[in-house]
T-cell receptor, first 115, second 111 residues
């Protein structure tokens, strides 16, 4: 079956603009989470959505937001972009099982460059 | 809070050499432990996992054992290939929470 699909794969934005990234989870998965990957900070958790509700949230400013639709697809938005927001944004999906061993599957990511 | 510490890279090995990437963790309770791999330009792929103490995860010749007494989950492979060149991430997760990753260890295997 198809994996986690993220669009766009690459984008360049100007400081101060906003950006929206999209994610389609694996069919049947209702949990979608987002991670930011940078060389300096590594992989950091942004937020998780389950059944259109935010279930967990990482330690990021309010400029970072997300939502999930009834078909489990998710979007994340970053407003007032800063140079430091340049990163690989990874979307991940998993089934509704919340046990610690439940596998989380990642997409290939969206590369955001802020200039 | 919880944390994962991995050995610093890059690690450079010749093909067919033995690989060990160290991973130790600090956590309350009993998290599950994971190794993910990231090939150049790609997202993360789950390599293996272990959900309780003394469990051994294995996949594609890689192995790691959940050692609660030493709070470790070291990744090993008996004979690496050039195609194993990638960045390897150790991670832990508690039920209902997000993955908590280490900084990653870059591996380069030369012919």
């Amino acid at each position: 079956k198809a994996g986690v699909t993220q669009t766009p794969r690459y984008l360049i934005k100007t400081r101060g603009q906003q950006v929206t990234l999209s994610c389609s989870p694996i069919s049947g998965h209702r949990s979608v989470s987002w991670y930011q990957q940078t060389p300096g900070q590594g992989l950091q958790f942004l937020f998780e959505y389950f059944s259109e509700t935010q279930r967990n949230k990482g330690n990021f400013p309010g400029r970072f937001s997300g939502r999930q639709f009834s078909n489990s697809r998710s979007e994340m938005n970053v407003s007032t972009l800063e140079l430091g927001d340049s990163a690989l944004y990874l979307c991940a999906s998993s089934s509704s099982d919340t046990s610690s061993g439940n596998t989380i599957y990642f997409g290939e990511g969206s590369w955001l460059t802020v200039v | 809070g919880d944390s994962v510490t991995q050995m610093e890279g890059p690690v450079t090995l010749s093909e067919e050499a033995f690989l060990t990437i160290n991973c130790t963790y600090t956590a309350t309770g009993y998290p599950s432990l994971f190794w993910y791999v990231q090939y150049p330009g790609e997202g993360l792929q789950l390599l293996l996992k272990a959900t309780k103490a003394d469990d051994k995860g294995s996949n594609k010749g890689f192995e790691a054992t959940y050692r609660k007494e030493t709070t470790s989950f070291h990744l090993e492979k008996g004979s690496v290939q050039v195609s194993d060149s990638a960045v390897y991430f150790c991670a832990l997760r508690h039920s209902g929470y997000a993955l908590n990753f280490g900084k990653g260890t870059s591996l380069l295997v030369t012919p």
